[in-house]
T-cell receptor, first 111, second 114 residues
Framework: GENVEQHPSTLSVQEGDSAVIKCTYS??????FPWYKQELGKRPQLIID?????GEKKDQRIAVTLNKTAKHFSLHITETQPEDSAVYFC??????????FGTGTSLTVIP | DAGVTQSPTHLIKTRGQHVTLRCSPI?????VSWYQQVLGQGPQFIFQ?????ERGRGNFPDRFSARQFPNYSSELNVNALLLGDSALYLC???WGQGAFTEAFFGQGTRLTVV
């Protein structure tokens, strides 16, 4: 089955700096890669996703890149704000609504 | 439009007991999947149902079972509970089965086994 690895497990940045989270996947059949943000005690919420036929996608301060050859994808958050503090999960899927998640990155933005 | 709803929110059970968790998908969504999230880890895929049929199963023992009803709601059943089954159980719904399908999560059921 699919195996998704995520690094780093914890990340602290100063407000206004950039944060980068990296994931690798093992199954070449995976073709959809969402990122979820989970605040303490709340449900995971989709923040951005990328399809296998796209190399990069941007939504305001958030961007995701995908390298299919290397089987890795990354989340980039620019101009970080304290409200960006949360746990972020990457995921991979080859079949609708079946996701394999990374272990999570706890991001802390220091004001 | 209501989001994905799960019940109950919290549950405490004793080892060896059975538990049933429920999920109502977003209106119009036909697929439901279940995940187990142990504290400090990412969600682990348990089951996926689409149009009332099981379409995928993760690496979980046979003590875990699920079903989907004609109205697309779903139940997750766990028999012979173990302490290690303590976790947040998440349900996610999506409109279909195809590739690039966005999934939306419920708030989860926090199961504690004592």
């Amino acid at each position: 089955g699919e195996n998704v690895e995520q690094h780093p497990s914890t990340l602290s940045v100063q407000e206004g700096d950039s944060a980068v989270i990296k994931c690798t996947y093992s199954d070449s059949a995976s073709n959809y890669f969402p990122w979820y943000k989970q605040e303490l005690g709340k449900r995971p919420q989709l923040i951005i996703d990328i399809r296998s036929n796209v190399g990069e996608k941007k939504d305001q301060r958030i961007a995701v890149t995908l390298n299919k050859t290397a089987k890795h994808f990354s989340l980039h958050i620019t101009e970080t704000q304290p409200e960006d503090s949360a746990v972020y999960f990457c995921a991979a899927s080859s079949t609708g609504n079946q996701f394999y998640f990374g272990t999570g990155t706890s991001l802390t933005v220091i004001p | 439009d209501a989001g994905v709803t799960q019940s109950p929110t919290h549950l405490i059970k004793t080892r060896g007991q059975h538990v049933t968790l429920r999920c109502s998908p977003i209106s119009g969504h036909k697929s439901v999947s279940w995940y187990q999230q142990v504290l400090g880890q990412g969600p682990q895929f348990i089951f996926q149902y689409y149009e009332k049929e099981e379409r995928g199963r993760g690496n979980f023992p046979d003590r875990f079972s699920a079903r989907q009803f004609p109205n697309y709601s779903s139940e997750l059943n766990v028999n012979a509970l173990l302490l290690g089954d303590s976790a947040l159980y998440l349900c996610a719904s999506s409109w279909g089965q195809g590739a690039f399908t966005e999934a939306f999560f419920g708030q989860g059921t926090r199961l504690t086994v004592v």
